[in-house]
């Protein structure tokens, strides 16, 4: 590789690279830079849990093959991760460190999707984000540009220790996140506990804490509840949701002692596509069932992360008034209110004005204080 082929050093490149600790958004742009500084043409970060691939962010440039690599299976058959662990990889490394000559020509990840794709060659690492969630960062050429060059991997060695920091330090401050949501609903008086995609509970507040292991327990896999008929349900929708990210919530009546029932509410947690640091996936809220008509804003917007005039629309549509009248009252237009119901739907994972309804109907028969 010619030394023409590189960026002019970034000087701003370290000081981006931290700002995405608090701002995941910049991600894109950071790897795009990081790209430009090796040579490359694309960059990408995949999160990983249990050895699996489950999402990830890149520059605009990798957007239409990474789409391609997660919706058509390669993802799942990507040897990459499972070789760079056995390989002890602690820095990036090119591709002949991790497979045969033989291999880059012949297996189906290369020729089929690697090469036409514009990733013909790599150089990637390993960080340790947390335990069991590595993430693989990787940059790419294509193949008639030959393979990522020493002294470009050398460049991105030379940054390593600045994005393994960034890294760990986005992960840490989502599970603080994760345990700032069970907080913030304790102060509702709710007991809560945040769990990753897997059903594995990453925090918990006391109020949850108290009704183990009564109601439910930690098991080795996923966090369980003692009662079967609620047990099989909760599990179906995790490994449901672990494949669908797009899965939706699940309401159990869960008789308690006391003569009263209590309704476990699972609840999908919003996530961004630059988001690939936060492992909770779910939030799960207990409450009593009572004859309360109608949901706490702050709930609407703890939950599901509304905005106040998504709780607006949402909490009239329940209470029977059309999307006209809501239009009409607050002096909005009626594509306004519409755009904003479109919004809500999404955000509560529901299909239909109905479902919507129905979900919110069920949520006002919580005893949520």
Known sequence: MAAAEFQPCDDGLVEAVYDTVMRPQRWPDVLDRLAAHAGCLTATLIATESLAMTGWVGNAASSSAMASFFRDGWAASDPTLTRALAAGVTGFVGDHALF???EIDSLPLYRA??????LG????TVIDATADR??????????DRGPVAPEAIARLNRLRPDLARAVKLSAQFKREQAGAAVMALARLGLPAAALAADGRMQAANAAFRDLMPGLAEERSDRLGFVDA????????????G????????LTLPVPAAGGYTLMVHLAPLPATAQDVFGTARWLVICARMSDAG???????QTLFGLTPA??????GLASGETLSGLAAHHGLGRETVRSQLKSVMLKTKTHRQADLVRLLTRMARLDWA
Request: glycine share 8%; with cysteine.
């Open 310 to 315: 998504e709780v607006r629309v949402a909490r």
């Open 229 to 240: 008929a609620v047990d099989r349900p909760f599990r179906d929708r995790i490994e449901c």
């Open 294 to 300: 109608d949901v706490d804003p702050a709930l609407l």
């Open 121 to 124: 060659w790599q150089a990637v």
């Open 113 to 118: 999707f690697r090469r036409p794709g514009g």
């Open 100 to 102: 045969s000559r033989d």
């Open 134 to 143: 590595p993430v693989l960062l990787s940059v790419h050429r294509p193949y």
């Open 242 to 249: 672990h494949v669908d990210r797009d899965a939706g919530g």
